[in-house]
């Protein structure tokens, strides 16, 4: 049996948002952060998904989880 992780859904949330518009087709569309691979609203709603079930999203060299301090992320 998996261990259940305690988060804040409403600071993870937030936090996840940011780094999707961070590297948005949107953001992308507008000249900002070309070098960044642009991340669909699908992607952040699976990765939402994801976090929720207690898992670990990659993008690109990042791995991001949910935390008890709302959403933690390290380098590959």
Known sequence: MEK???FSAGKT????KQFWFA?????IWVG???ALEALPFSWLI????????GGIVRVE????WA?????DQCSA
């Open 46 to 53: 699976a990765a939402w998904e994801q976090v929720c079930d």
């Open 67 to 71: 935390s008890s301090a709302g959403l």
């Open 32 to 34: 900002e952060g070309e």
């Open 13 to 16: 949330w937030t936090k996840l």
């Open 4 to 6: 259940a992780v305690c």
């Open 61 to 64: 060299h990042l791995y991001i």
């Open 23 to 27: 590297r948005s087709e949107m953001k």
